[in-house]
């Protein structure tokens, strides 16, 4: 249809999308094969149609290029309202800024979404992946999703506001702004671990500055690597412009051969998820020139794997970037923590091999159980993606829990109880076309010490290593059990908050316990214990609660038989007593008593019954830049909710907003028209009349704390706090032996003008090459007579700069030395 008033061209009523460019001013159809890229200078409109159970619904976006100009901007607006004039009012509209695209909007590009434009060139000094030679700095942002983006080794390159790692290989120290909040130290602190026991195997030491007067020997290092500072420290740049810096400038591209020909496909933008990467190909992540990363494929031919860091430099020069920026060829399965952190979610191998619908039994009150038949799990891989699942459970284990650092044999009869004090290997071993493969699982309690968490990387590395290094190693989170896990202790799963399962136990067990039991089946079913108060309980599941006389089994109204069933089976494993079994609502008065007294908990079986098809969904809220910029938390959980947080949790038949206790007035007060908007823009064509309904931490009502797993009312007053962490985190003794490697010119780096002996004197090269300590010019360090050269004249003879020069192994300096004249 044409509209005689306006200049619209003419649109169909179809279902799907429908792309307009503006050229001249004019909407100009975009042809379906470049459906999905946009020019960064251009403004487009987008149109999408789908049906729904009361006939269609359509929306209506217009999307907004970072370098379009006011004219376009303009006249794509007017276009619009034009349009929605045209379609009767029907369309819901949205604005879309480059870089900050809404959810409905992504959704329609499920390859992603392709910015074209010319790149940023940075240059970037290529990284030995030993670890005694790394370093490098970090500039860690983000709050919900970090990402850390590797900075020039400059003080240049700080603010107030974020955290800093300068990783040293041996040792991390982590450089907190006195601007950052906790959340941000928290996660950085997170980071930091996670490259300490993935890429480092528990072996580098992490040091914290969190204060610089506090820390002298801390800074001393960084003195050493950095030089002197000059001048104040820059003010944070707010946090959305930086994760747009770092995280919308990430593109990931397909390479592959076509008819002979090297074939790089654009095929995604941010956000990237793990389903991109298929195991029988090879891709280039371009972190907007920053640094290239090449992954390969496990099923890729050898050819392509050869090829990985020819084709990226190919890639550099075809980009226009400079033949400095840093390369990283990645192996599947041996992701570091910072490619990982590129990804908007990353899961284990063993969880997923792909993208299916998530059934999270843990997460809410009541999903649908859903059965499966295990058999079909070779026949259909995208099933065994869908349920987290190898195989069928039906394998070897072996567990062992590490005990003064050392892996200690865990009676088999007792496999399947983990305790929140200790750490544990699970060694899962199945057959597959008749060899076995292996998981190992590392389990990690809440309250285990530092030392055991590292001891238990440790251990994993040398039990990986007895089997061939071909264990596929599982991190996992006391809480955040894969389904696997759970399949494969065949419905003993339980978990005790604290405690150990050591013989000689510090502490008496308690006389009474609380457990929540979920799951329907062997395959799906986890007892986890919550504190023993009435306010723990759920309408939805089935309790056992444990006293010295007697084991209640209490079935709230909403919990099934074969629920019931598989609390029969865990009953026996956390008491050896009598089990009475109860119904709610017809419990004796020593029941009550067990837990202190009666108490409200959440129980309303609407709530159970309405929701089972849909899965709730947590978004932070943030508003620094007077922009609302919502970042979903996939698989959430209680600890997400951090206390300078405005989130924002959709169970469909309400919207809460959790509004923590530091969060900042603005975000507060814009808090129920953020809910609105969001309720506005959602895909499904939402009730604008659904609840909003707003929550005070530390006050929060059952019908909210109902959709977490195993809620605890007390996190807020007695959770292990970020200082707590902190110190646990022990002295740092390799200081000693990093400043002594960085006086003798290990770590040595010319961005550092403090190491070079008397100030930075350049020499010509007629003066340094061939001479002996005689005849070199005072105060020269005869070891050192290349620092001396200009950066031209070391370019010139070296081909390459004195950064690139100090990165190489010492053997390799001092053999270039002498080929020169320079030793």
């Not at 032996?737 to 780096?749: F, Q, T």
Request: negative net charge; glycine residues 8%; charged residues 25%.
């Amino acid at each position: 249809m044409a509209d005689g008033d306006t200049n619209l061209p003419t649109i169909e009523r179809k279902l799907g999308l429908q792309i307009w460019g503006i050229e001249n001013m004019k909407m100009v159809p975009v042809p379906e094969k470049a459906y999905g890229t946009f020019f960064e200078g251009d403004c487009y409109i987008i149109l999408h149609t789908k049906r729904t159970s009361r006939g269609s619904a359509v929306d209506l976006h217009y999307w907004i290029g970072k370098d379009s100009s006011q004219d376009e901007q303009g006249a794509v607006a007017l276009y619009v309202t034009q349009l929605d004039n045209a379609l009767r009012g029907n369309p819901v509209q949205h604005r879309e800024v480059e870089g900050h695209e809404s959810e409905t909007f992504q959704s329609y590009f499920r390859n992603g979404i392709i910015y074209k434009k010319g790149g940023v060139a940075s240059g970037f000094k290529h990284v030995e992946t030993n670890m005694y030679n790394i370093k490098r700095l970090l500039h860690v942002k983000g709050k919900k999703h970090v990402s850390a983006t590797e900075v020039a080794l400059s003080w240049d390159s700080f603010n107030k506001g974020d955290v800093f790692l300068l990783d040293l290989g041996k040792v991390l120290i982590q450089w907190n702004g006195p601007n950052c909040s906790i959340a941000e130290k928290s996660r950085g602190l997170a980071l930091a671990r996670s490259i300490r026991d993935s890429e480092r195997g528990g072996r580098a030491q992490i040091g914290i500055i969190d204060n610089e007067k506090d820390s002298p020997d801390l800074m001393q290092i960084m003195k050493m690597v950095l030089g002197e500072r000059r001048g104040e420290l820059r003010e944070a740049i707010p946090d959305a412009k930086a994760d747009e810096l770092q995280k919308a400038n990430v593109r990931l591209y397909h390479v592959y051969e076509k008819d002979n020909d090297l074939v790089v496909q654009e095929i995604a933008t941010r956000p990237l998820t793990q389903d991109l990467l298929q195991h029988e190909d090879c891709y280039i992540l371009d972190q907007g020139g920053f640094k290239i990363y090449v992954w390969r494929g496990k099923a890729s031919s050898l050819e392509e794997k050869k090829t990985a860091f020819t084709r990226a430099v190919g890639f550099i020069q075809a980009k226009g970037y400079p033949s400095s920026t840093n390369i990283e060829v990645i192996n599947d399965g041996a992701e570091s923590a910072m490619f990982k952190q590129l990804f908007q979610r990353w899961t284990e191998k063993d969880e997923t091999q792909g993208l299916g619908k998530v059934y999270t039994t843990g997460k809410i009150a009541k999903v649908e159980q859903v059965k499966f038949d295990t058999t079909q799990l070779h026949a259909r891989p995208e099933l065994a993606a869908e349920q987290r699942m190898v195989d069928d459970a039906s394998g070897e284990i072996e567990v062992w829990r590490i005990e003064d650092l050392q892996m200690q044999p865990v009676n088999p009869k007792t496999y399947g109880q983990f305790y929140g004090g200790d750490c544990y290997l699970v060694l899962y071993t199945y057959l597959r076309s008749g060899r076995p493969h292996y998981v190992l699982y590392m389990w990690q309690g809440r309250h285990a010490s530092v030392d055991e968490i590292t001891a238990c990387a440790l251990n994993a590395i040398e039990l990986d290593k007895k089997h061939g290094d071909e264990a596929v190693q599982v991190r996992v989170t006391m809480g955040k059990e894969p389904t696997h896990f759970l399949a494969i202790f065949k419905g003993k799963l339980v978990i005790y908050e604290g405690g150990t399962s050591r013989a000689q136990k510090s502490t008496p067990e308690p006389a009474i316990r609380l457990f929540q039991v979920r799951g329907t089946d062997e395959m799906n079913t986890k007892a986890t214990e919550v504190p023993a108060r009435a306010s723990s309980l759920n309408s939805s599941d089935v309790f056992l609660l444990t006293t010295s006389q007697v084991c209640y089994l209490w079935c709230g109204k909403g919990c099934s038989g074969d629920e019931r069933e598989m609390a029969k089976m865990v009953a026996d494993i956390v008491s050896k007593r009598d089990k009475h079994t109860i119904l709610e609502g017809q419990e004796p008065a020593e029941f009550w008593e067990a837990l202190g007294g009666k108490a409200p908990y959440a129980s309303e079986k609407r709530f159970q019954e309405q929701i089972t098809h849909y899965q709730p969904r947590l978004f932070e809220c943030s508003n620094q830049t007077g922009r609302f910029i919502m970042t979903e938390v996939v698989g959430f959980c209680q600890e997400d909710l951090d206390e300078d947080d405005v989130m924002l949790l959709d169970t469909w038949e309400e919207i809460f907003l959790w509004v923590g206790k530091a969060s900042n007035t603005y975000e507060r007060n814009e808090a129920i028209a953020s809910a609105k908007e969001y309720l506005k823009t959602h895909p499904a064509g939402r009730d604008l009349a659904t609840p909003i309904i707003l929550v005070k931490q530390g006050y929060e009502p059952l019908n909210f704390t109902g959709w977490f797993n195993a809620w605890d009312p007390y996190k807020w007053s007695d959770g292990k706090s970020y200082e707590e962490m902190k110190n646990s985190l022990g002295d740092v003794s390799a200081i000693a032996e990093i400043k002594g490697g960085l006086h003798s010119g290990n770590y040595n780096s010319n961005s550092s003008p403090s190491l070079v002996p008397n100030g930075e004197e350049i020499y010509s090269r007629e003066v340094l090459m061939n001479k002996t300590v005689d005849e070199l010019p005072e105060g020269v360090d005869p070891t050192k007579k290349e620092y001396y050269l200009s950066d031209t004249d070391f370019h010139d003879i070296f081909g390459k700069s004195k950064d690139e020069f100090y990165q190489m192994p010492k053997w390799k300096q001092q053999n270039e030395k002498k080929q020169y004249g320079l030793f």
